[in-house]
């Protein structure tokens, strides 16, 4: 079975400082696919990235980033100097190779950003 | 752009009447979901379709059934809802294959009294 793991439920941080969420995933899958995706306050959630099991590079997109690393399970995200529009709920997700395509969602981070 | 919308914003419906939800998808994705989104548990997959007429069970199934007659439609119906499943009903499509992004509708935020 797999499982997401996100232990902040909510984190409140002051404009332009940095904020990293975590994600903790298990799976006994070799190949797997993780995903951040945001739900600002409108309610649509928001495809951000995709990881396969395969590359563990960081990658940097503008002020976000993500942290892949599989001796530990983890998949962070990362906004540098954040803003009031980055305020919104995240949530890390993961696919496994076998069966359909379910995908397991973790529990969200509520990310407020204090102007 | 991909879009997937939903019939309906918000809804407010009693007990123990039959519910149906719409979901409309304009990607030619094969792919389809209904979660439902609950303060603290996430999303959780009620059902999937992978084809037309075709579906799977996901996680929590009970209470609901779905219907998928056209490609870019996906339905899912409470047949007689109740208080529990007051609650967001988000709607996702995706292409075939592993390791696909979804793509989500804006949801419908359900309230059985």
């Known amino acids: 079975a797999q499982k997401v793991t996100q232990a902040q439920t909510e984190i409140s941080v002051v404009e332009k400082e940095d904020v990293t969420l975590d994600c903790v995933y298990e799976?006994?899958?070799?190949?797997?696919?993780l995903f951040w995706y945001k739900q600002p306050p409108s309610g649509e959630l928001v495809f951000l990235i995709r990881?396969?099991?395969?590359?563990?590079q960081n990658e940097i997109s503008g002020r976000y980033s993500w942290n892949f690393q599989k001796s530990t399970s983890s998949f962070n995200f990362t906004i540098t100097a954040s803003q009031v529009v980055d305020s919104a709920v995240y949530f890390c997700a993961l696919s496994v190779s076998g069966g359909y395509q379910k995908v397991t969602f973790g529990t969200g981070t509520k990310l407020q950003v204090i102007p | 752009d991909v879009k997937v919308t939903q019939s309906s914003r918000y809804l407010v419906k009693r007990t123990g009447e039959k519910v149906f939800l719409e979901c409309v998808q304009d990607?030619?994705?094969?792919?389809m979901f209904w979660y439902r989104q609950d303060p603290g548990l996430g999303l959780r997959l009620i059902y999937f379709?992978?084809?037309?007429?075709?579906?799977e069970k996901g996680d929590i199934p009970e209470g609901y059934s779905v219907s998928r007659e056209k490609k870019e439609r996906f339905s899912l119906i409470l047949e007689s809802a109740s208080t529990n499943q007051t609650s967001m009903y988000l709607c996702?499509?995706?292409?075939?294959?592993?390791?696909?992004?979804?793509?989500f509708g804006p949801g419908t935020r359900l309230t059985v009294l």
């Open positions: 996702a499509s995706s292409y075939s294959g592993r390791g696909n992004e979804q793509f």
């Open positions: 990881r396969n099991s395969f590359d563990e």
């Open positions: 990607m030619d994705h094969e792919n």
């Open positions: 799976t006994r899958d070799t190949t797997y696919y």
């Open positions: 379709s992978y084809d037309v007429k075709m579906k």
